[in-house]
């Protein structure tokens, strides 16, 4: 059975993980107009997942007007590939940049900030 955090384990928990990613330098202090809340959700270990809640953001944003590839179609262009690699990204998505106008957007709040 998974048991919640209590309030002051939820909060360390929060500075922890805040504190990790700035010592990462994967995020930074903003001045940003777009402020979106923090969400903690416990794993099946009992470790946390620091998640963001982008659902207002998304309410605004554009879909793309053109369709995503088929999956086959994809992977029948590997078919003649020479060499396939696989590559263990964790947290994956801090490796890919935000451009300057994405970084406004991307920003969240907490206690501890913005």
Same mark, same amino acid.
């Given at each position: 059975?998974?048991?919640?955090?209590?309030? &002051?384990?939820?909060?360390? %928990?929060?500075?922890?993980?805040?504190?990790?990613?700035?010592?990462?330098?994967? @995020?930074?202090?903003?001045?940003?107009?777009?402020?979106?809340?923090?969400? #903690?959700?416990? *794993?099946? %270990?009992?470790? @946390?997942?620091?998640?963001? /809640?982008? &659902? *207002?953001?998304? $309410?605004?944003?554009?879909?793309?007007?053109?369709?995503?590839? &088929?999956? /086959?179609?994809?992977?029948?262009?590997?078919?003649?590939?020479?060499?396939?690699?696989?590559?263990? #990204?964790? *947290?994956?998505?801090?490796?890919?940049? #935000?451009? $300057? %106008?994405? &970084?406004? *957007?991307?920003?969240? @709040?907490?206690?501890?900030?913005?």
């Amino acid at each position: 059975m998974l048991s919640l955090p209590t309030h &002051r384990e939820t909060a360390q %928990d929060l500075e922890r993980e805040v504190s990790d990613m700035l010592a990462l330098v994967v @995020i930074q202090s903003s001045s940003s107009p777009w402020a979106l809340p923090v969400v #903690l959700v416990p *794993k099946k %270990d009992g470790s @946390i997942w620091f998640c963001v /809640d982008y &659902r *207002k953001l998304n $309410a605004f944003t554009v879909s793309n007007a053109y369709p995503m590839p &088929r999956p /086959d179609e994809l992977l029948d262009k590997l078919g003649g590939a020479h060499y396939l690699t696989s590559m263990d #990204l964790t *947290k994956g998505y801090w490796q890919v940049p #935000l451009d $300057a %106008d994405a &970084r406004l *957007k991307s920003a969240f @709040i907490t206690p501890l900030g913005l």
